[in-house]
């Protein structure tokens, strides 16, 4: 069977493991009162392929979030993000690398939704 039907193993990309959780720490200490590794991913994920400057991003991961964790906006353009990260310290109990169900689509669906305000429910004030 072909590794793309397999899944990924653990073993090919344990070795990366301690580089992401140190980066994960260290936003952490960056931009976190308290560590949490969820919130931490997210703000990794900023860094990596958007921006964390406070005039731009806003981190809204928590309850009520619309299924956005973060969002960037750039002049008139806005990125959202949805962000999975699995529990790092149970990576190893795991024979196959670990997936995530629709969720988080269903998440970012909502996200869409909410942004484009289709029914008007979607109060500025209340964000």
Known sequence: M???EQ??????????LPEVSDKIQAVADTYLDS?????????????????????????????KDGGVDFLVRD????????????ELDRLDQHAQAPTFDDEGLKDLEMALNMLADPKGDYDEAGA
């Open 2 to 4: 072909p590794s793309s």
């Open 35 to 63: 560590y949490n590794e969820h919130f931490a991913f997210g703000y990794l994920i900023a860094e990596l392929f958007e921006t964390t400057q406070e005039d731009k991003f806003l981190h809204t991961d928590g309850p």
């Open 75 to 86: 002049q008139q353009a806005y990125s959202i993000a949805q962000c999975k990260c699995p």
């Open 7 to 16: 899944g990924t193993s653990l073993e090919d990309f344990a070795h990366f």
